[in-house]
């Protein structure tokens, strides 16, 4: 099982936000910013290649709903979800980084020869 399963099974614990039948809302335990919070479906996906269009709809709102119980509605913040290898995505469990409480740089390449491109 993996690890977000187990913090949905409540065998891994987990700084909670919010969740309701569908989703859960829980803070990154390594925040890149002053808010970082993981919204993850409570079902199993792989990443964002399987999630179903009725799992994003779902998704979405509650994702809505995250950035105006955390305070960073009306300030602004970055939602990202990473995929496979090239996108960094470390935890194979479909998951929405929620970012903000601070002006967010931009600029995403890991290596030097990447960033001719910019
Ligand atoms: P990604 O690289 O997109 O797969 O992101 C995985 C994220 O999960 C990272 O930001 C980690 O800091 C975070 N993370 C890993 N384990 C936990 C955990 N047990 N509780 C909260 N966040 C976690």
Same mark, same amino acid.
């Given at each position: ?6 913090i949905?099974?409540s065998?891994l614990p987990s700084n909670l ?7 859960m @809302?829980f803070h990154?335990l /390594? ?7 993981l ?9 964002? /290649? ?6 994003? @709809? ?35 469990? =479909? ?14 390449? @890991? ?6 491109? =910019?």
């Open positions: 099982m993996c690890i977000f399963c187990k949905v099974n065998e936000v919010k969740e309701n039948d569908d989703f @809302a990154d /390594n925040p890149k910013a002053p808010i970082h919070i919204v993850i479906p409570k079902q199993h996906v792989d990443s964002f /290649n399987e999630v179903t269009p009725q799992t994003m @709809a779902g998704m979405t709102s509650f994702i809505q709903e995250i950035a105006e119980i955390v305070g960073i509605k009306e300030s602004g913040y970055r939602v990202i979800t990473n995929v496979g290898d090239n996108g960094g995505q470390e935890v194979k469990h =479909l998951h929405w980084h929620v970012l903000g409480g601070a002006k967010l740089a931009w600029g995403h390449f @890991a290596d030097a020869e990447s960033s001719k491109f =910019l």
